[in-house]
């Protein structure tokens, strides 16, 4: 079997790409990152999961809060609402993030002689991120394999997105066709201590409407009912 890093939040969309790889027949390293978000309680989930399924899993710490610039990692900043149509980047944008996370999974894999790394963006339902755009993907994996031992000697480091191109709707029909439980995934940007979901955030309502157009039931537990 072949090696792949997964990058794993514990998320609808990260467990969806994990059991697709899964499903491909690699052999998954699930590589979460504790980067001191306000919803860490995420990881819990991924924990759960990878534990279920029996894939290798780490947790590797990196504090984004240093230099803040997003509500996700800094506290003072309130989570905004979702704004349907909007074109805007919101402030849950967290500066380089899939940059940074993508380079550590590229330290990761080349240790582990891995060439293959899965990563659940997707361009259409989605917050804005510049950084889940195809040609950030596109150019990161040219990067991947020009800036590592084994990308030099081998040339065929490849960055998977199967998810890239389905809207939200099309991301749960896939996981449910690959067995995913989605009540054991945690999407919201500030879930309580339960881990119950606010019902209101950007990933919420992408969530919420993923399963609507799905024709599926939403497994979430949102606060008070939401």
Known sequence: MKKAVILFSGG?????????????????????????????????????????????????????????????????????????????????YVPARNTIFLAIALGFAEVIQAKDIFIGVSHVD?????????????????????????????????????????????????GMTLGIDYANTISCYQPNEKGHACGWCHSCMLRKKGFSEAAAIDPTVYVQGR
């Open 12 to 92: 609808l969309d990260s467990t969806t790409c994990l059991a697709y790889a899964k499903s491909q027949a690699f052999d998954c390293y699930a590589l979460s990152f504790h980067y001191h978000q306000r919803h860490a309680i995420e990881l819990n989930a991924a924990k759960k999961l990878t534990a279920a399924w029996g894939v290798t899993h780490r947790i590797f710490n990196v504090d984004l809060q240093q230099f803040g610039g997003s509500a996700l990692t800094d506290s003072q900043q309130e989570i905004p609402a979702y704004e349907a149509g909007s074109s805007d980047i919101p402030n849950t």
């Open 126 to 174: 989605y917050s804005n991120y510049p950084d889940c755009r195809p040609e950030f993907i596109a150019s990161f994996e040219k990067l991947a394999n020009i800036a590592t031992k084994m990308g030099t000697e081998e040339s065929d480091i490849r960055i998977h997105t199967p998810l890239l191109h389905l809207s939200k709707a099309q991301t749960i029909s896939l």
